[in-house]
């Protein structure tokens, strides 16, 4: 069985962007493919996060997961921070990674060129730690939204450049982005992707919103003057955007969704798109509120952690063995 890991940020609620671009998708893999899923806590203090907003951040992710469908049974389901090889492989990365290549990161170049002052050491050498935190499991393929393309990509010659400078010991993973929902924009700005850390939250559809919230959101979406239902991306991105969700969401092909609404009104197109969505959020819901009261994350947790260590630390050793840091 081929391998696939990825990993998970919850510097915020988990939105409706992350579950089309991301989690949907492992609950689909899950029973292909032997998944690895965790929760990147070390990646979400690249910059400051109120430590009890984080604490409940990162409870109500694993929560999501496993009320989106993931199964531990299937799913190695872990917090980074319980196997420490991430963070030692981290340091290796970056020891291996120039400074030409981290310029070149667009997530960071965005950062700086939106004129955000006091970035980390943590955000810049991030792409490091990505890399080691894909590495450690020699996964086959790890899926993720659009914008961390570029970041696999690094991976995949931070690996090329170990293989060549040791000798052969990572796999080359190869990114996975899925064809519909890989970059859900903002409901109220079309031109930017829905985000969890944009201030002001009208564009963004968090999955533990209530579902009355997530209409409304909708219903106000921003669209254009045009009038005419059809896929004109360029021209009528907002609501090429709810076409795309409802799509993913309900598996019919965006030109179906057209069909069904030529002719109508953009009200009419949006109110089916609320139906899904809410119809969506409503089943996550119900989930999410009996995990969130018992017991269940704290031993999923454990258990995937047990597994995980088992294999970061047999990788671990043979870099460090490797690169000469060992003297047994
Ligand atoms: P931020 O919102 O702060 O930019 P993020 O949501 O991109 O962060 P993560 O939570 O780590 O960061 O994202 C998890 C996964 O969800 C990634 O694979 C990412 O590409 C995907 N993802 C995030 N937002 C969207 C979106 N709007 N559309 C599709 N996929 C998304
Ligand atoms: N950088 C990713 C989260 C992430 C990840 C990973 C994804 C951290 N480590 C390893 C895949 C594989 C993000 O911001 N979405």
Do not use: W
């Not at 984080?54 to 992710?61: P, S, Y």
Request: net charge neutral; glycine share 6%; aromatic share 8%.
């Amino acid at each position: 069985m081929k391998r696939m890991l990825s990993g998970i940020k919850p510097t915020g609620q988990l939105t409706l962007g992350n579950y089309i671009g991301a989690l949907r998708n492992f609950v689909n893999y899950q029973d292909e493919y032997e998944m690895i899923v965790f929760i990147a806590n070390l990646h979400c203090i690249t910059n400051y996060q109120d430590p009890p907003a984080l604490r409940k951040n990162l409870k109500d992710a694993i929560a999501l997961y496993l009320a989106c469908g993931l199964d531990p049974e299937k799913a190695t389901i872990f917090l980074q921070t319980d196997v420490h090889e991430h963070a030692e492989l981290g340091y290796i990365m970056a020891c291996m990674t120039y400074l030409g290549e981290l310029n070149r990161m667009t997530q960071f170049k965005d950062k700086v060129a939106k004129g955000e002052t006091n970035l980390s050491a943590g955000m810049y050498t991030y792409p490091c730690l990505m890399a080691a935190d894909i590495l450690l499991y020699n996964p086959d393929y790890v899926p993720v939204g659009d914008d961390q393309k570029q970041h696999v990509e690094l991976t995949r010659d931070l690996a090329h450049r170990f293989n060549n400078l040791y000798s052969e010991t990572f796999k080359m993973p190869e990114p996975l982005v899925a064809k519909v929902g890989a970059r859900i924009m903002s409901l109220d700005d079309p031109s930017k992707k829905m985000s969890k850390s944009d201030r002001g939250d009208k564009g963004c559809i968090y999955l533990l919103d209530d579902p009355k919230t997530a209409r409304k959101k909708i219903m106000s979406a921003v669209t254009d003057s045009v009038g005419i239902i059809q896929l004109d991306q360029k021209n009528q991105p907002g609501l090429y955007n709810l076409i795309e969700i409802a799509s993913a969401l309900s598996n019919r092909d965006m030109e179906d969704i057209v069909k069904e609404f030529k002719g109508k009104g953009y009200g009419e197109l949006k109110k089916y798109v609320a139906d899904v969505v809410c119809a969506e959020l409503e089943r996550i819901q119900s989930r999410y509120y009996e995990i969130i009261n018992s017991d269940t994350i704290e031993k999923v947790i454990a258990d995937g952690a047990i597994k995980a260590q088992r294999i970061a630390y047999k990788t671990l050793s043979k870099v460090k063995r490797k690169v000469g840091l060992e003297i047994r």
